[in-house]
C-alpha cells in the first residue's frame, strides 16, 4: 500500500514538473526592445504585413507557434534603400518603371522476426529486435503527434516528453556482432545462408537504432532551445533609411526532396526620407479638345459635313498624383519639387500626362500645393485640314486626328498618402 502510495506521489510530482516546463518553453518571449512589434503565427500560411510608417526605432518580429519536429525554419533579411524603393513604387503604379537545424525523419514499416539460428544468439538477437521494435511503435506516435502544422506548442512539446522519457534505444550492438564474429570462426556453426541471413538481420537492426537514435538526440535538443517554438527577431536601425524585407519560410523535414515554401513576409520603411508621394486634383491651362464630324450648311441650302469641336473646355479638373522631395523645411511648411502624373480623360481614351513643379507642404506635409508645367497630348486635325473644313465624302473614319504635346500650367492639391 505505502509503495503504491509513494509511486502515486512521485507521478504526481513528475507531472508537475512536465507542465511547468511545457508552459516555460511556449511561452511567447517579450522582447526587452522598445519599438513597433509584429507577430507572425508560423502555423498560418501567407501571411503579410506592411509598414510604411517610416519608423526612427527598431522592429520586433515575434515568431509563434513554429513545429520544430515538423518543419526547419529559416527567416532571411534584405534591405535596400528607401529612397530608392519609395521611387519605383510611385513608378510601378504608372507602369513606367537564424534556422533551426532538423533531422529527417523516418516512419518504420514493421519487420518480420527472424528465424531462430542458435539457441544461443536466437534469445539474445530477439530481445534486442523487442527493443527497437516497441522503440518505433512509440516513434510513429510521436510522428503522428506532430505532424499536424497546427498543433499546439503544449501538445508538441507533451508528445516530444513522452517519446523521450518512454522510449529505450539501450541495444547491446557490440555484444551481438561480437557473438556473430565467433560464428563466423566455426564452420561447422551454422551454413553460409543462415549466417547470411543474421547478418542481414543484425545490419537492419543497427539501421533502425541509429535512426532512433540521431531522433531522440533532435528531439531532445528542440525540447532545450528556447526559441525552438518561439522566436524573437530585432531588425535594428540603419545608419541611413532602409526598406527592410523579411522572409519566413519553412521547410518540411520529413518529405523528400521538399524546399522552402515561404509563410510569411513583412516589409518594412526604417527611417525617414525627405519624400513623400500625395494624390489629389489638379486643374490645368491645356484646352480639352474633341475634333468630330459637324453637320454645317453646304451655301447651296444643303447640309454638308464639316470638320469641328465636340468640347472645347478650359480648366478641366483631372486626377493628380505626385512625387516630392523636401528641399528646405520650416516651423509652419516645406518647399519641395515634385514630379508626377496627370490622369486626364481627352478624346475617347485616358492617358497619362506629365507635371513638374514647386511645391509647399502644409500640416506637417499632409497636405501638398503644386504650382507647375503641365505637359498633355492634344487633339490637332492633320491632313492639312482646318476646322471648319468640309469634309470630302470619300473621307472615312477615323478622321485625320493627331495627338500632339503641347505645354500648360497645372495647379493642384494633393495629400499625402506616404
Known amino acids: 500500500m505505502l509503495r503504491s502510495l509513494d509511486r502515486l506521489i512521485l507521478l504526481i510530482i513528475a507531472s508537475g514538473l512536465s507542465l511547468c516546463a511545457q508552459n516555460k518553453i511556449c511561452n511567447i518571449p517579450e522582447p526587452n526592445v522598445a519599438g513597433l512589434r509584429f507577430y507572425?503565427?508560423?502555423?498560418?500560411?501567407?501571411?503579410?504585413?506592411?509598414?510604411r510608417s517610416q519608423s526612427d526605432n527598431p522592429t520586433v518580429i515575434v515568431i509563434?507557434?513554429?513545429?520544430p519536429f515538423r518543419y526547419k525554419y529559416e527567416v532571411q533579411e534584405t534591405s535596400r534603400s528607401l529612397e530608392a524603393a519609395i521611387t519605383l513604387d510611385f513608378l510601378r503604379r504608372f507602369d513606367v518603371a537564424g534556422s533551426s537545424t532538423a533531422t529527417q525523419f523516418t516512419t518504420y514499416a514493421t519487420a518480420a522476426n527472424t528465424d531462430a539460428l542458435l539457441k544461443q544468439l536466437e534469445n539474445a538477437l530477439l530481445e534486442e529486435k523487442k527493443k527497437i521494435e516497441a522503440a518505433k511503435v512509440r516513434h510513429n506516435d510521436f510522428l503522428e503527434a506532430t505532424k499536424d502544422p497546427k498543433t499546439a506548442c503544449v501538445d508538441l512539446v507533451e508528445a516530444a516528453e513522452n517519446f523521450v522519457t518512454n522510449t529505450s534505444v539501450d541495444v547491446n550492438l557490440k555484444n551481438l556482432r561480437q557473438q556473430l564474429e565467433?560464428?563466423?570462426?566455426n564452420d561447422n556453426a551454422l551454413t553460409k545462408q543462415k549466417l547470411k541471413?543474421?547478418?542481414?538481420?543484425?545490419?537492419?537492426?543497427?539501421?533502425?537504432y541509429d535512426k532512433l537514435a540521431q531522433a531522440l538526440t533532435f528531439v531532445k535538443g528542440v525540447l532545450n532551445n528556447h526559441t525552438a517554438f518561439n522566436e524573437v527577431r530585432v531588425i535594428s536601425q540603419f545608419s541611413s533609411p532602409r526598406r527592410v524585407t523579411v522572409t519566413i519560410l519553412r521547410t518540411d523535414?520529413?518529405?523528400?526532396?521538399a524546399t522552402p515554401e515561404p509563410i510569411a513576409t513583412v516589409i518594412l520603411d526604417m527611417g525617414n526620407v525627405p519624400i513623400s508621394v500625395s494624390v489629389g486634383i489638379g486643374f490645368s491651362t491645356i484646352d480639352e479638345v474633341k475634333i468630330v464630324r459637324q453637320p454645317a450648311s453646304d451655301g447651296q441650302g444643303g447640309v454638308a459635313a464639316t470638320f469641328g469641336y465636340e468640347s472645347d473646355s478650359r480648366l478641366k479638373p483631372s486626377g493628380v498624383a505626385m512625387l516630392t522631395g523636401h528641399l528646405k523645411t520650416f516651423r509652419q511648411f516645406t518647399l519641395g519639387a515634385s514630379a508626377g502624373f496627370v490622369l486626364s480623360n481627352r478624346g475617347d481614351n485616358a492617358d497619362i500626362e506629365y507635371i513638374l513643379g514647386p511645391s509647399v507642404g502644409f500640416r506637417e506635409n499632409l497636405i501638398w500645393i503644386t504650382v507647375g508645367m503641365h505637359v498633355a497630348r492634344v487633339h490637332k486635325l492633320g491632313g492639312g485640314f482646318a476646322i471648319g473644313d468640309k469634309i470630302p465624302a470619300s473621307l472615312q473614319d477615323p478622321?485625320?486626328?493627331?495627338?500632339?504635346y503641347?505645354?500648360?500650367a497645372l495647379f493642384s492639391l494633393t495629400f499625402k498618402i506616404r
Open 399 to 404: 478622321l485625320p486626328v493627331q495627338k500632339n
Open 406 to 408: 503641347r505645354p500648360g
Open 40 to 51: 507572425i503565427d508560423a502555423s498560418q500560411e501567407k501571411t503579410r504585413i506592411e509598414d
Open 64 to 67: 509563434t507557434n513554429k513545429n
Open 253 to 257: 523535414i520529413r518529405a523528400e526532396k
Open 197 to 208: 541471413e543474421i547478418e542481414r538481420d543484425l545490419e537492419s537492426l543497427t539501421k533502425d
Open 182 to 185: 565467433d560464428l563466423k570462426k
